[in-house]
């Protein structure tokens, strides 16, 4: 049974991302109307530009054309995939990205590493890509800091009305979520494993995810150690049952584990450190780090996905 001081946070959260969601969807649609301008087609190796101190901590800084979409670059294919979910009742939808090359390899009998990318409490498998998923993916494998891997982007509201988002602060709503994990291991994994040419070996596996997804990512992550070798959260939500951040019983162990959040974060505030305090306290080894200013929001989600991204399927 919830505490009133668990319900008193997770009323705060929940207000703060509908304000949050605003001012995204505003700079959304700024970004849009830009985007329609025609530019220069631009240079993924030119490492002349500034940067700025983004972390204050070289390990982690992001290059200056990792978002960018570049002429010289084969950015893959996003496809839009659905499949019946036993877990729902009903017919769910998801996107996936195959990286350049995919259909030639999959007929040589490459196998493919798989990363599932889980978006945030008030989105849907739409919400990514307000973000520069992509671009971050496919420029890393371009420059071959990353092998070329499968990215699956889920609805991980698993209800029969997975597109209702208009009850955010509902029970009903969080627990979607956290059904979501049974959708996973028992319909949309079958249907990627027999749909694409992935591997299915943990050392090839991984899951990371904004705000309520990076909740979401540390809890099946942590659950699923046998299957999950990689965990990101980038800004993770305040409604994680801490007790599963251990490797206490398992013999598991992952190969990266990433937190990390905005310095001045005004939705989940020091949530993800408190995250990170718990993992140390567990002997968990992984990597946490703030972005300097960063709020709720794609700047330093992006930030995380590409720190996560360089780091994995080594």
């Known amino acids: 049974m919830k505490t009133l001081k668990h319900k008193f946070i997770l009323a705060i959260f929940l207000?703060?991302?509908l304000f949050s969601d605003c001012k995204t969807t505003e700079a959304t649609e700024s970004a849009k109307e830009k985007s329609n301008e025609k530019t220069e087609p631009q240079m993924l190796e030119n490492s002349n530009l500034p940067k700025a101190t983004q972390t204050g901590n070289t390990e982690f800084e992001m290059e200056a054309l990792a978002t960018a979409r570049s002429t010289l670059v084969d950015y893959g294919e996003k496809k839009l995939i659905e499949y019946f979910s036993t877990t729902t009742g009903k017919n769910r939808k998801a996107y996936v990205i195959l990286p350049a090359g995919y259909e030639e390899g999959k007929q040589l009998g490459k196998k493919y590493p798989v990363m599932?990318?889980?978006h945030g409490i008030g989105g849907t498998e739409n919400e990514w890509f307000y973000g520069k998923p992509q671009e971050i993916i496919g420029n890393l494998i371009a420059k071959k800091e990353v092998v070329p891997f499968i990215t699956v982007v889920?609805?991980?509201?698993a209800r029969a009305e997975d597109?209702?988002?208009d009850d955010l602060f509902s029970e009903s709503n969080i627990n979607a979520f956290n059904n979501f994990i049974n959708d996973l291991k028992n319909d949309l994994m079958p249907y990627i494993s027999k749909n694409f040419s992935i591997s299915q070996e943990r050392k090839d596996t991984a899951i990371c995810g904004l705000s309520m997804g990076g909740m979401?990512?540390?809890n099946i992550g942590f659950r699923m150690l046998d299957t999950f070798g990689y965990i990101g959260a980038f800004s993770p939500a305040p409604t994680l049952d801490t007790s599963v951040l251990t490797l206490k019983n398992s013999s598991f162990i992952p190969y990266l584990v990433l937190v990390c959040n905005g310095s001045t974060d005004s939705v989940v505030h020091d949530t993800p450190k408190t995250y990170h305090n718990v993992l140390n306290g567990n002997k968990?080894?992984?990597l946490w780090y703030e972005y300097l200013g960063g709020d709720h929001n794609f700047v330093v989600w992006n930030h995380g996905l590409y720190n996560f991204t360089k780091r994995i399927f080594k």
């Open 15 to 17: 207000t703060a991302i």
């Open 116 to 118: 599932y990318l889980l």
């Open 154 to 157: 889920p609805n991980i509201r």
């Open 163 to 165: 597109y209702k988002t």
């Open 216 to 218: 979401e990512s540390l």
């Open 284 to 286: 968990v080894e992984h």
